[in-house]
């Protein structure tokens, strides 16, 4: 056992002893998503670097506080990555904390989430016993898939040391497409194109400078073979009047949609809103809103940028339609209020979650209220 290792279990045992509350923190680049954690911080940065790497196999193990980029680093060097297209919030993030928070970039609706490529964790419970969960290859699973829970559970659960992970090859084509049109005619062309056999991966509409249901700009990016990225750009520009991007100019942009740094993510140009993230079904019709939105994952994920007091409104429309809303960007980062800046939990769904959380920490010292406030 590596002295880093130690220096994580050794207070996790002194603070279920005293009952004491701890806050699991990596780099703290997604401190701002759900609600601030309470407690004396436990750093995890020190328990990094890559374990183990078969590029042939397609499976990566890597300690749970190594940086999100040297992960990326070693990965692009084989030709591969990480198909989700973790954010990386300020430019930084660790392992441990993209599987924590289980947030996905652009390609998520069309390659899955973080937790569709996690193999196997290990993690530190309450008891401050280091416990193994999953492997290395997709079918190594008897009785419950203890391994999922552990991604979006936002460290209530434990203090993840390592996570194994599936990972891809850069696919050998891309192309980026964008269209001048409005969010309604724009939700309509992507369901059409989904059903479609077009090398689809990820798209982004950008409302205008206009006002709402006004024209804004679709971006379509294409992956895959190079022959079936050629042949679906005449005919989606066919269907949708529409130019090619530059690839040059392409990538940085959709990084910066990843990473929230596109001028639409910019809070100082929302003063008294906070950002909404709403996740419904792709074949929503456009939400009749009068904030500021910006569309991915084909029509599945809605960002708005409204007042907190639209609270209410926004979760009665999601709910009609079996989707959620999540504060996603509080107005007031700091504010430690008890109302849940995810959905409530309902029956029996809060009782899974309470016996889940006192299985694996009977002393209720991680991450307190983080990812529910009963919790």
């Known amino acids: 056992m590596t002295d880093a290792l130690h220096a994580l279990i050794d207070p996790i045992r002194a603070a279920a002893a005293a009952k004491t509350p701890l806050r699991i923190r990596g780099h703290g680049s997604k401190d701002f998503f759900g609600q601030q954690a309470q407690g004396q911080r436990l750093d995890t940065t020190a328990h990094s670097g890559i374990v183990s790497y078969e ?9 749970a506080g190594t940086p999100l980029a040297e992960l990326e680093a070693t990965l692009a060097d084989q030709g591969q990555c990480l198909a989700f297209e973790p954010p990386h919030f300020d430019g930084r993030g660790t392992v441990g904390g993209m599987v924590a928070a289980g947030l996905s970039g652009p390609a ?4 899955g989430g973080v937790r569709d490529y996690v193999l196997g964790v290990q993690l530190i419970n309450g008891r401050a016993e280091h416990l193994t969960f999953g492997g290395q290859v997709m079918k190594n699973v008897a009785g419950y898939d203890v391994t999922r829970l552990a991604v979006g559970s936002m460290g209530i659960l434990g203090v993840l040391t390592e996570v194994s992970l599936k990972v891809l090859p850069v696919m050998p084509a ?3 497409l964008v269209f001048e049109v409005d969010q309604a005619h724009a ?5 059409t194109w989904g059903g479609q056999p077009l090398p689809l991966n990820a798209s982004c509409w950008v409302q205008g400078d206009g006002a709402p249901g006004e024209a804004g700009l679709l971006y379509v990016r294409l992956r895959g073979a190079a022959a079936a990225v050629n042949a679906a750009i005449p005919k ?18 959709w990084a910066a949609c990843r990473d929230q740094t596109l001028p639409f993510f910019n809070a100082a140009d929302h003063p008294g809103e906070a950002l909404w993230r709403l996740s419904v079904p792709q074949t929503v019709p456009a939400l009749n809103l009068p904030w500021g939105q910006l569309v991915e994952w084909h029509g599945g ?15 009665d429309l999601t709910q009609a339609v079996d989707g959620s ?6 107005t007031n980062p700091s504010d430690t209020r008890a109302t849940s800046r995810f959905e409530p939990l309902e029956k029996p769904l809060d009782l899974i979650h309470a016996r889940l959380k006192a299985e694996f920490d009977p002393a209720h010292i991680f991450n307190p209220g983080r990812l529910v406030p009963s919790l």
Request: charge should be positive; proline fraction near 7%.
């Open 174 to 176: 891309e192309a980026t």
């Open 108 to 111: 998520r609706a069309s390659v």
């Open 301 to 315: 994920l809605r960002w708005v940028w409204a007042p907190e007091s639209a609270l209410s409104k926004l979760r």
């Open 187 to 191: 939700l309509d062309q992507l369901n």
């Open 325 to 330: 809303t999540t504060l996603f960007r509080a």
């Open 55 to 63: 590029p042939t196999e397609l499976v990566v193990t890597a300690r």
């Open 236 to 253: 989606m520009t066919r269907d949708l009047p529409g130019v090619r991007m530059d690839d040059a100019q392409a990538k940085p942009d």
